[in-house]
C-alpha cells in the first residue's frame, strides 16, 4: 500500500459526459501528479500541483483541469469525454517539489468511455 | 528534452538465469532515475532509485552517466518476478518537476 488513495477504481461513462477523479496524497506529502497511461500513449504526465499551486504541465487536454484544495487532496477533471480518453488515470505524491524526490503512486482510475 | 528508452518490449527467461533490462536516456541535466514495476497494470511500484544504491527484491541498478544508461539487473531470475518494468526520469519542466518514463519492458520468467 503506497499511501495514495484515488477513487473512484473504475469509472464507465458515455460520451461527451464529465467526470472528477479524486487523489488523497500520502500523509505528509505536498506535491501530487497526475499521469495518463493508455495502450498508445504509454505513461504521460499531465500535470503536478505543490502545496495548492500549479507547477507543471505536460500533455494535457484543454478539456482537462485538475486542482489541489487546502486539505492537499486534488481532484481531476475530465469533460467533453471522447472515446479516446479511457485510460487508466494515476495520481502520485512526494515529499516536495524536487526532482530528487520519489514519487508514489496510487492503483489509479480506469476510465471507460462507451 | 528528455527522453527514456527501453529497446525492449519483452524479455523471456528461464526461472534462476541472470535478467538485465536495459534503460538508455538523454536529459541535459543532472538526471535522476528510477525504477517502477508494475504487475497486471496496476499501481506503479517504486522499485530503485539511483541515489539510494540499494537492492530491492534482489534487483541492482548502476547509473553510468557515460554510456547514459540505467540498466537493472538480477543474478537469478524468480517466477514472482514476471511483470511490467519501467524505466523513469525525473527532470525539470517548467516550475516544477514530471517524470518521463519509458515503454516499459515486459518480464517473462518462465519455469
Known amino acids: 500500500d503506497s499511501g495514495v488513495t484515488q477513487t473512484p477504481k473504475h469509472l464507465i461513462t458515455a460520451t461527451g459526459q464529465r467526470v472528477t477523479l479524486r487523489c488523497s496524497p500520502r500523509s505528509g506529502d505536498l506535491s501530487v501528479y497526475w499521469y495518463q497511461q493508455s495502450l498508445d500513449q504509454g505513461l504521460q504526465f499531465l500535470i503536478q500541483?505543490?502545496?495548492?499551486?500549479?507547477?507543471a504541465k505536460g500533455n494535457i487536454l484543454e478539456r482537462f483541469s485538475a486542482q489541489q484544495f487546502p486539505d492537499l487532496h486534488s481532484e481531476l477533471n475530465l469533460s467533453s469525454l471522447e472515446l479516446g480518453d479511457s485510460a487508466l488515470y494515476f495520481c502520485?505524491?512526494?515529499?516536495?517539489?524536487?526532482?530528487?524526490?520519489?514519487?508514489?503512486f496510487g492503483d489509479g482510475t480506469r476510465l471507460s468511455i462507451l | 528534452a528528455q527522453r527514456v528508452t527501453q529497446p525492449e518490449k519483452l524479455l523471456s527467461v528461464f526461472k534462476g538465469a541472470p535478467v538485465e533490462l536495459k534503460c538508455n536516456y538523454s536529459y541535459s541535466g543532472s538526471p535522476e532515475l528510477f525504477w517502477y514495476v508494475q504487475y497486471s497494470r496496476q499501481r506503479l511500484q517504486l522499485l530503485l532509485r539511483?541515489?539510494s544504491r540499494e537492492s530491492i527484491k534482489g534487483f541492482t541498478a548502476d547509473l553510468n552517466k557515460g554510456e547514459t544508461s540505467f540498466h537493472l539487473k538480477k543474478p537469478f531470475a524468480q517466477e514472482e518476478d514476471s511483470a511490467m518494468y519501467y524505466c523513469a526520469l525525473s527532470g525539470v519542466t517548467g516550475g516544477g518537476n514530471k517524470l518521463t518514463f519509458g515503454t516499459g519492458t515486459q518480464l517473462k520468467v518462465e519455469l
Open positions: 539511483h541515489i
Open positions: 500541483y505543490y502545496n495548492g499551486e500549479e507547477r
Open positions: 502520485a505524491s512526494s515529499v516536495g517539489p524536487g526532482t530528487n524526490q520519489p514519487q508514489h
